[in-house]
């Protein structure tokens, strides 16, 4: 299975900041995918990031607010902008073998705003 | 299109009592099960899968079963520990539609 680095693992943030979220993997993968879980919710897709395309972002999530990068088949970084206190929550990586196969998360980023 | 109705929490048990966390599911074709664990604090592990009808996936002493007639991939463990306290989510994915789709998740909390 592959191991996913993410970081930071949590950090408190000032309303109105913007912090930006890093997903590194062992091996090249084609999509990687970011996830958001509000406090005790399941978890929300946000977007698909492929290499070298923009991101496809889910109903309800915008390209201004989560700008995301994926400069090469191994890292992806994600960035929540101009933070809220609605935004605390836990923001998870992931990315998913081809097919009906399991998905692989990272460790999550655990935000908090205030 | 897909979905799962997973049981609702949180759920209370002594240690060594017998689990049941419920899970159904809506989807077209023949989609692949999973349940994933969520320890305090933690990202998401997978606990177990199965790919097909009638599979069954088990590890660390859950096991759940593909049920295509019921629609369902109950979780279940006859003894459960103060460690295995986390929250459980049934997903799906496939069918028609590639994307993970996932259920509430159901806390669980074991007292010694």
């Known amino acids: 299975s592959a191991v996913i680095s993410q970081k930071p693992s949590r950090d408190i943030c000032q309303r109105g900041t913007s912090l930006t979220i890093q997903c590194q993997v062992d091996s090249q993968v084609t999509m990687m995918f970011w996830y958001r879980q509000q406090p005790g919710q399941s978890l929300t897709l946000i977007a698909t990031a492929n290499q070298g395309s923009e991101a496809t972002y889910e109903s309800g999530f915008v390209i201004d607010k989560f700008p995301i990068s994926r400069p090469n088949l191994t890292f992806s970084t994600l960035t929540v902008s101009n933070m809220s206190p609605e935004d605390s929550s836990i923001y998870l990586c992931?990315?998913?073998?081809?097919?009906?196969?399991?998905?692989?998360f990272g460790q999550g980023t655990r935000l908090t705003v205030v | 299109g897909n979905s799962v109705t997973q049981m609702e929490g949180p759920v209370t048990l002594s240690e060594e009592a017998f689990l049941t966390i419920n899970c159904t599911y809506t989807a077209t074709g023949y989609p692949s099960l999973f349940w994933y664990v969520q320890y305090p604090g933690e990202g998401l592990q997978l606990l177990l899968k199965a790919t097909k009808a009638d599979d069954k996936g088990s590890n660390k002493g859950f096991e759940a079963t593909y049920r295509k007639e019921t629609t369902s991939f109950h979780l279940e463990k006859g003894s459960v520990q103060v460690s295995d306290s986390a929250v459980y989510f049934c997903?799906?994915?496939?069918?028609?539609?590639?994307?993970?789709?996932w259920g509430l998740g159901t806390s669980l909390a074991v007292n010694p």
């Open positions: 997903a799906l994915r496939g069918g028609n539609n590639r994307k993970l789709i």
């Open positions: 992931s990315l998913e073998g081809t097919g009906n196969t399991e998905a692989f």
